[in-house]
């Protein structure tokens, strides 16, 4: 019987990493946040770390580039049979966001999981 591993809930594009890292060495530890809020959509939201609260309302996906990547739970229960991409594209970040003003910005791309990665997280507790 193939089973199938629980799959990452959030991942990076080698542009994101190669972003991440930079700003990693400007600023140190960092911290990312996908919310559904108003001013900047759904753009993942890069911070240092200690500069935004994480609250009981949001869920760690997972890390990506050593950053912890959190979702606000009424997000999570929207995208909860997704995987995030989080890409590089060219444009301006969000106002609040550690990439504003370098030409990029962060882009949260997504993929539905499969009814077998689906069993999976379940199986592991994460979904």
């Known amino acids: 019987m ?11 594009t080698p542009a994101a ?3 991440i890292g930079e700003l990693r060495g400007e600023y140190g530890p960092l911290l990312f946040h996908q919310s559904g809020g108003c001013c900047d ?4 939201m890069c911070y240092p770390q200690g500069d935004f609260l994480v609250g009981d309302g949001d869920v760690l996906l997972g890390e990506i580039g050593g950053a912890p990547f959190y979702i606000s739970r009424p997000q999570f229960e929207y995208w909860k049979h997704t995987q995030l991409i989080i890409d590089v594209v060219p444009g301006r970040g969000g106002m609040f966001s550690l990439e504003n003003g370098r030409g990029v910005r962060f882009l949260t791309r997504s993929r539905l999981f499969t009814d077998e990665e689906i069993e999976a997280l379940k199986a592991a507790g994460r979904f």
Do not use: K, M
């Not at 193939?2 to 990076?12: G, I, K, M, S």
């Not at 959509?41 to 993942?44: A, L, R």
């Open 2 to 12: 193939n089973t199938v591993q629980a799959p990452d809930r959030v991942l990076a």
């Open 41 to 44: 959509g759904s753009s993942p």
């Open 17 to 19: 990493e190669a972003l």
